[in-house]
Structures are given as structure tokens and as C-alpha cells.
């Protein structure tokens, strides 16, 4: 063994950088996921995927003239750098593994603040760089599409290595093989109104939301993971409860008088979700927006993040966030809204194993979503 200086060691690091950034990524479907759910081959899958995903983000920072003199760039360009390492210097040792999986634990912990720096890093490139919203959705499609990637695949590793005795007859990781929508919409409504009543405390009646599906002896079951669609459904839910209280306190009206309804529908191949409010719609002046990162109720003028992120109001990354959610796994979401009388939201998914797939950017080049209008 040869001990070598740390400034060899980056130089060698920052060219294994672009050598792995340079390398195609593996498109992995449920199917995979479900093959492959024993510790060493979630071990096997990370050790191989995750050095390439995480290389392919650091040099789609610097692809960034600017970006050492954006902060919030530097600290998140610092992390992945962080991470790769750890990566590359970790051996897989199938007859100990707790090396990898603390390594594994620790970039997990590390990553919680990456998308308050990015937001507050897209805010100050569009003031004082001029990047319009179309360069900015660009690139954070592409980077954060990676790294919904990057936690699954630590994730889905971690959860199969503490695999819950309980659960394990349905339950490969984080992928549940009989998913029920209808519980998972249940669960959210009730979280949702949970919140509601926090942050809406001059209204002394909760909202009504309503869930309905196809028929009661014939629940839809698919596997999925159940973690993203929950965080899904509660984007949405949040945001349609937010504007039926918003509309029952301007105009008077009770929040019952204006229910939630989610419908819960499925053919062989795809499983759909509708939420449908009559919270007045959106406007067409600001229907664009709603896809924008940077379009949020939250006042705009600040840039702490950190502090004013709420359940009901957060950092204005919610929507388009949920639809790369929805994405990520061969599915789309879209809003069909009417002005004056409601806003609808279709969630389509994969219910197959084998076409839920993966979909994930090119090394730093776009990608392209033909779903992402708003229709209305």
C-alpha cells in the first residue's frame, strides 16, 4: 500500500470525476428493484449507479460559468464532491458491509439541504446572472430528476439491509409489491387536514376530502413505492386545501361546501388519481407559473428559505417537484383547471413492474416533458 498527498488524491478524484460522468447510467425499473432486493445486490446496484449519477451532477455545476461565485453552488457542488469520494474510496466487502452502509447512511444525512441551497442558488442566478424560468426548469429538471435517483437507490439499499419482519411478505425495500392508492390517498387526506388546522386556525371547520374508487371489493393493487406517492398526493392536496380555505374566507362560504374529491381508477396497464377542487380555479395570468421553481405564494423578496418553508406555503418547489416524482417512474401529472369554478389534477403511474422504469436525464444535456403544460 502507497500513501499519496491530498492534493494527488484530488487531482486523481477530479479525474475520476469526469471519467464516470462520462459513463451511461442504468435504467432501473420496479422489476429491478424487486430482483434485487437482497442486501448485497442493493449494495451492488449503489456501488455501480451512484459514483456515475453523483459525477454527472458535479459537472452539470460547473457546466455553470459563474458558479463558484454563487454560494449556494459552491456548498451543494461540495457535498456531491464529498460524496463521490467517499464513494471511490469505499471498497464493497460482501463479509462486512457496515463500512458501506454507514457510508451510505452518512450521504443520506449529508443531502437533506440540497434543495433549499438550489432554490436560493436559482433565485440569485436569475437576479444577477439573468437566467430566465426555461433555463432555470431545465436545469433543475435534470438535476433533481438525479438525485430522486440517487435516494432511492440509497433508500431502497438501507431499507432492504433493516428490513421490517412485519412487512416483508409485500415489502421488497421501499417498493411495496401490493401498493393500495386508495390507502395511500386516505393517508394523506388525513395528514393534510392534520396540517390544515395548524395553519388555518380562524377557520373553525376542517376540509372535506372525499376518496373514491372503482368499486369496494375490487381495490386497485400495483407495486410502487408508497413513500413517493404519498409525497405526491400531499403536494397536491396541500395545495388544493390551501385554496379552498383561501376562497372560503374571502367569499364567506363554508369549506364543506366545497369538497375535495380524489377518484381512484385503473385499467391493466396504468393506475389513475383525480383531485378535483372548487376552489375558483387558477387565473390564466399566472397559470404558466404553476410549473415554475421559482413561483411560489411565499413572499419572493426573501432569500432565507430556511425559514419560511411551511406544510401549506414552502419553498414553491412542491408542483413541479411532484411531477418529476411522477415522472421519474414512467407516470406524468397534469392540471386541467377552469377559472371561477375548479382546478383539476390527473396523476397517471405504471402499474406494471417491468414499465415502471426508470427515466433520467443525459450527463448534463436536457430533457424534454411534452406533459408539462397546464391545460385550461
Not at 185 to 192: F, I, L, M, Y
Not at 212 to 232: C, N, W
Request: aromatic share 8%; glycine share 6%.
Amino acid at each position: 500500500m502507497q500513501t499519496i498527498s491530498e492534493d494527488r488524491l484530488q487531482e486523481f478524484l477530479q479525474a475520476e470525476v469526469k471519467f464516470f460522468a462520462r459513463q451511461e447510467t442504468t435504467s432501473i425499473s420496479i422489476s429491478d428493484i424487486l430482483k434485487k432486493s437482497e442486501p448485497e445486490n442493493a449494495a451492488d446496484m449503489c456501488h455501480g449507479e451512484l459514483p456515475i449519477r453523483f459525477a454527472q451532477r458535479i459537472l452539470q455545476i460547473e457546466d455553470i460559468p459563474t458558479w463558484k461565485s454563487c454560494p449556494e453552488l459552491v456548498e451543494v457542488h461540495k457535498l456531491y464532491s464529498h460524496t463521490f469520494r467517499d464513494l471511490r474510496l469505499q471498497d464493497l466487502n460482501f463479509d462486512n458491509m457496515d463500512p458501506f452502509t454507514e457510508a451510505v447512511q452518512a450521504i443520506k444525512e449529508r443531502m437533506k439541504g440540497v434543495i433549499p441551497s438550489l432554490a436560493m442558488a436559482m433565485r440569485r442566478l436569475r437576479r444577477e446572472e439573468g437566467w430566465t424560468e426555461d433555463q432555470i426548469t431545465e436545469w433543475l429538471d435534470n438535476f433533481l430528476l438525479s438525485r430522486i435517483s440517487t435516494e432511492m437507490l440509497t433508500s431502497q439499499y438501507i431499507a432492504c439491509t433493516t428490513a421490517n419482519i412485519k412487512n416483508q411478505k409485500t415489502r421488497k425495500g421501499i417498493v411495496d409489491q401490493v401498493c393500495d392508492p386508495v390507502k395511500i390517498c386516505e393517508q394523506a387526506a388525513k395528514h393534510t387536514k392534520k396540517v390544515a388546522r395548524q395553519h388555518f386556525k380562524n377557520i373553525d371547520r376542517e376540509p372535506v376530502i372525499i376518496v373514491e374508487h372503482m368499486r369496494s371489493d375490487s381495490r386497485v393493487k400495483f407495486p410502487y413505492v408508497p413513500q413517493y406517492l404519498f409525497y405526491i398526493m400531499l403536494e397536491l392536496l396541500k395545495n388544493s386545501t390551501r385554496a379552498t380555505l383561501d376562497t372560503a374566507l374571502k367569499e364567506g362560504g363554508r369549506p364543506e361546501d366545497r369538497p375535495i374529491v380524489i377518484s381512484v381508477g385503473a385499467d391493466e396497464t396504468q393506475v389513475a388519481i383525480r383531485i378535483h377542487d372548487k376552489a375558483g380555479g387558477i387565473p390564466f395570468n399566472v397559470a404558466d407559473n404553476v410549473w415554475s421553481y421559482m413561483y411560489s405564494t411565499v413572499n419572493s423578496d426573501t432569500e432565507d428559505f430556511s425559514s419560511q418553508g411551511t406544510p401549506l406555503a414552502g419553498y414553491g418547489v412542491g408542483l413541479p417537484l411532484s411531477r418529476l416524482y411522477a415522472r421519474y417512474l414512467g407516470g406524468s401529472l397534469h392540471l386541467m383547471s377552469m377559472p371561477g369554478v375548479g382546478t383539476s389534477a390527473y396523476l397517471y403511474l405504471k402499474r406494471l413492474e417491468e414499465d415502471a422504469r426508470e427515466k433520467l436525464p443525459t450527463s448534463v444535456g436536457s430533457l424534454s416533458d411534452p406533459s408539462s403544460s397546464l391545460l385550461g
